[in-house]
């Protein structure tokens, strides 16, 4: 499950930071081979060597250990950001694709402290977010008329498994309803209440729909075209947030009708599990390290004290913003925007407001639970 947490930090890392002058940089001699003899085997070959170098950067910093346990992570999120680590390269050694093998060998400029500032600063953020399970709730429907193959919901699963996200186990959710799917996705209050039930943290729910768009029969065999559309939200369990939404097209053509429209709803699935990955890899890596939304539900207050909390929150350093969500039979729902630099401890920092006596009851990744016991005392 760590190594989900490693996808996120990676990610995220190297999209947010910039090479700087004062990155320290080492030279490094790779290199690199690639069948052929043409223009692209030349590109390929110089890719790998760059690649190569950027690998061994990579083991000179972290134990080899590590690098074989991450392997895929480190390949899919590390080695390929060739521009991102290399600032500069002189080719010292180029076969000019003799015998059909093209093999170069560079001297890149690796910039070591950049990997090595990215690679450790996943260690600081698997510490700081929790491990959150994801479940994935899908209406489908071809030609109009329901599905009970869900095969959206499967395809999605297998790529967010292959990225090794913690998923919900299916036998949980088996008794989920096609009319709790339709309804959950336009009312996130009821997906994050299905997902709550379930034991997820966060829940992709989502609408696929594969339609024919033309039939025709060249040769005398007949050959049909399906156009799928897939929308999907990812829901906050806690809070019933919508943390990221987003939707793809998808087409495809074969020989029965069926078959044809699976083949375009898994398409269409696996393009929109890529959006929503990155998606939400950018929003845990803003939450980490900017701001996060908390949701604080407190009981046992009337109206002085809530005025009292809300003005004693909103002069807390670390707090952006206090919004009142709703005050109902002395029960207050906070939206709260805070830093990333104070979520981990946040309900620390609730039970030792100045002034005011609060007891935490419960705490998830976005909301915490507290109860007013009064006004605090000031030391003598």
Request: hydrophobic share 45%; charged share 25%.
């Amino acid at each position: 499950m760590k190594r989900w947490i490693m996808f996120f930090t990676l990610l995220g890392m190297l999209s947010g930071f910039q090479l700087s002058a004062q990155v320290a940089e080492t030279a490094i001699e790779a290199e690199g081979k690639s069948v052929g003899n043409s223009l692209q085997a030349h590109d390929e070959a110089l890719n790998r060597a760059l690649r190569n170098a950027i690998e061994q950067g990579v083991g000179s910093i972290i134990d080899s250990e590590t690098m074989v346990s991450n392997f895929q992570l480190l390949d899919d999120q590390v080695y390929s950001q060739v521009k991102g680590y290399v600032t500069s390269y002189e080719v010292i050694n180029d076969n000019q694709g003799q015998d059909g093998l093209y093999v170069i060998r560079v001297r890149a400029v690796v910039a070591l402290g950049l990997l090595e500032k990215n690679l450790k600063a996943l260690k600081i953020t698997m510490k700081r977010r929790e491990n959150p399970r994801v479940m994935f709730i899908f209406a489908e429907l071809i030609d109009g008329l329901e599905q009970a193959g869900a095969v959206t919901q499967t395809e999605m699963e297998r790529a967010f498994l292959a990225k090794d996200f913690p998923l919900v186990d299916k036998n949980q959710i088996q008794m989920i309803k096609e009319r709790d799917a339709a309804l959950s996705y336009a009312d996130p209050q009821k997906a994050a209440a299905l997902g709550r039930q379930s034991g997820a943290e966060m829940v992709v729910v989502g609408q696929a729909t594969a339609d024919l768009i033309d039939h025709s029969r060249p040769y005398g065999v007949s050959v049909f075209a399906y156009r799928s559309q897939i929308s999907a939200r990812v829901i906050k369990t806690d809070t019933a947030e919508v943390m990221v939404s987003d939707d793809v097209e998808g087409e495809a053509r074969g020989g029965g009708r069926i078959p044809t429209a699976k083949d375009a709803l898994r398409f269409g699935a696996g393009q929109l599990a890529d959006k929503l990955m990155s998606e939400m890899v950018e929003k845990m890596r803003s939450e980490a390290y900017n701001v996060v939304n908390i949701q604080v539900v407190a009981s046992g207050v009337n109206a002085t004290a809530k005025q009292m909390l809300v003005k004693t929150l909103e002069e807390i350093r670390g707090i952006q913003s206090v919004n009142e969500r709703s005050f109902v039979n002395n029960i207050l729902i906070l939206d709260l925007t805070v830093d990333g630099a104070i979520w981990k401890d946040f309900d620390v920092h609730l039970e030792n407001l100045p002034g005011i006596a609060l007891a935490v009851t419960a705490k998830s990744q976005n909301r915490i639970d507290v109860k007013w016991v009064g006004e605090r005392q000031a030391p003598l």
